[in-house]
């Protein structure tokens, strides 16, 4: 059974960092586009970056410059390092694990950016 769990989310100031991980067992993780997506309340579900087998990336360009995805074959984990933080990045974080029509999901962290 593949299982995603997403671990690092919290209360930060504007400004401030913080370093999600997604955590995957039951499946060879390596072969996985990993992607983070993030729901804000009463908005849809948005793709915030991904990051493909072979280590290529992509971001929302409201994240670009501020967030960075990273993944690590051997821990199974894939990260999204977020910093100088704003208000409207407030929201649920979910990472998704995708294989051609293979698709995973995790239960998702809140990040909430407040002072």
């Known amino acids: 059974q593949v299982q995603l769990v997403e671990s690092g989310g919290g209360l930060v100031q504007p400004g401030g960092s913080l370093r999600l991980s997604c955590t995957t067992s039951?499946?060879?993780?390596?072969?996985?586009?990993m992607k983070w997506y993030r729901q804000a309340p009463g908005k849809q579900r948005e793709l915030v970056a991904a990051i493909t087998s072979g280590g290529s990336t992509v971001y929302a360009d409201s994240v670009k410059g501020r967030f960075t995805i990273s993944r690590d074959n051997a821990k199974n984990t894939v990260y999204l390092q977020m910093n100088s933080l704003k208000p409207e990045d407030t929201a649920v974080y979910y990472c998704k694990a995708t294989y051609g029509t293979n698709y995973y999901w995790g239960q998702g962290t809140q990040v909430t950016v407040s002072s």
């Open positions: 039951g499946t060879i993780f390596s072969i996985y586009t």
